[in-house]
């Protein structure tokens, strides 16, 4: 249970996995399973960094920064190709795996935590993707961009220390 | 529903390694091998049933003679994740197998869900007896949520079923690697 309310706790890590599943659908097929699958598995050899204890540098700002970024996709409703939207999301996951790996070897069963916060985080994904589908709604497409925005706010907050 | 039931009863044989039955690396490569297995269908169904039925019968007696006259190999559990790592990779990519390869996928299953039913202790005729429970109730749980899946028809089905399936493919994919990680730096096992 600890492993699945990990990634729910920190808003930060929340912000940017509904933002992951949200540019998805925003950007369509197929990017809005592709993101939600490169995500885990890119997160999963950041997680496997974290637990073998190597070095990464600015893992809270490269989190912060990640919810800064995706938002502003939204927001911006920017389009890129499929494999620049892959890289740029797995770029993110790296950290956001990092930060939940470097807890996993001191929970209590670490195959439980490690199912927990794979799990939460794809849940959040999949939350991310029903939100986006209000895009198919009159004016739904101004209110994902509007959550965008709301995200690289809160991202600015994560940044900035104020949230 | 049935369906469902099933699988829950099927799974409910891993609380074994309580008794002492399976190790507990090999039962949580086991649950993972099997689940990994079952949302793999996709890629299987090339196979048709009565060639993967050979193919999966033929992947347990070569692994079961193995077992019996090379003994158990060192670090199983982590070549069985590794496998389970692969059939995530083909699920969340959607991977269409041919005859052959599907075949040699399913043997592959067959062989190392073997490899992870050898029980801890036992005497030969009573634990070849456990093996062949614990293949069976696994080789159930693949077929329970193989048949899952068939009956949510990833092919036809809206998008939104098929990109769960992708997703959850992605899920195993990620638990597995860091299960490999916790093994190779814990002493969790």
């Known amino acids: ?163 | 529903m049935n369906s469902i039931y099933l699988i829950a009863s099927a799974l409910s044989q891993f609380g074994d390694v309580r008794a002492g039955y399976i190790p507990a690396d090999l039962k949580v490569a086991q649950v993972i091998l099997v689940i990994a297995a079952g949302l793999s269908i996709h890629c299987l169904v090339t196979a048709g049933i009565r060639r993967a039925s050979v193919a999966f019968c033929g992947g347990v007696a070569v692994s079961s003679f193995a077992l019996l006259y090379v003994g158990p190999p060192y670090g199983s559990s982590t070549f069985v994740i590794g496998f389970a790592v692969v059939l995530g990779v083909l699920t969340a990519m959607r991977f269409s197998a041919n005859t052959a390869i599907a075949s040699i996928i399913i043997f592959l299953i067959g062989s190392a869900l073997t490899v992870t039913s050898v029980p801890a202790n036992g005497q030969f005729p009573e634990a070849m007896s456990l093996m062949a429970v614990n293949v069976i109730a696994g080789a159930g749980a693949i077929i329970c949520l193989s048949q899952l899946l068939v009956i949510l028809n990833p092919g036809r089905a809206p998008a939104w079923r098929s990109i769960a399936i992708q997703i959850a493919g992605s899920w195993i994919v990620a638990i597995s690697v860091l299960v490999i990680a916790i093994s190779s730096q814990t002493n969790f096992f």
């Open chain 1, 1 to 163: 249970m600890s492993g699945f309310v990990h990634p729910v706790r920190g808003w930060d890590h929340v912000a940017a996995m509904v933002a992951v599943g949200l540019w998805g659908t925003f950007l369509g097929r197929p990017a809005i399973w592709v993101l939600p699958v490169v995500f885990p598995l890119v997160m999963a050899l950041g997680g496997a960094a974290g637990v073998l204890g190597l070095p990464l540098p600015g893992v809270e700002t490269g989190i912060a920064i990640s919810s800064v970024v995706l938002g502003a996709l939204i927001l911006g409703k920017v389009r890129m190709p499929l494999w620049s939207a892959a890289i740029i999301v797995g770029v993110f996951a790296i950290f956001h795996g990092y930060a939940h790996g470097i807890e996993l070897p001191a929970a209590a069963n670490p195959v439980s935590f490690a199912v927990g916060f794979v799990v939460a985080t794809g849940l959040l994904h999949l939350a991310g993707i029903a939100l986006g589908l209000v895009t198919a709604l009159p004016r739904g497409e101004i209110f994902v961009r509007a959550v965008g925005g709301l995200i690289t706010a809160a991202g600015a907050g994560f940044l900035l220390g104020i949230i």
